[in-house]
């Protein structure tokens, strides 16, 4: 098991997504953590995978769209 999967199981329980939404943000998550800046475009560049950079961005684009937060769960 490594960080990514330990991640998306504590945030599984809490936040209640399917595992396509919660692969995405932890992929954010831990994209932050390296780049250290809110930026999407440096986050694209710093997700650990094999698709372009562009897919990537619009992959973040897309979650930001459809995605509402419940800031006591992330909390």
Same mark, same amino acid.
């Given at each position: 098991m490594d960080l990514s999967?330990? =991640?998306?199981d504590s945030l599984k329980?809490?936040?209640?997504?399917g595992k396509p939404? =919660?692969?995405?943000f932890v992929s954010m998550l831990l994209a932050l953590l390296?780049?250290?800046q809110m930026n999407l475009s440096l986050l694209a560049v710093h997700i650990d995978s094999d698709t372009e950079i562009a897919s990537r961005y619009r992959r973040?684009?897309?979650f930001?769209?459809?995605v509402?937060?419940?800031y006591n769960d992330i909390a």
């Open positions: 999967d330990g =991640l998306r329980a809490y936040l209640g997504w939404r =919660l692969d995405c390296n780049a250290r973040m684009q897309r930001f769209s459809q509402f937060f419940d």
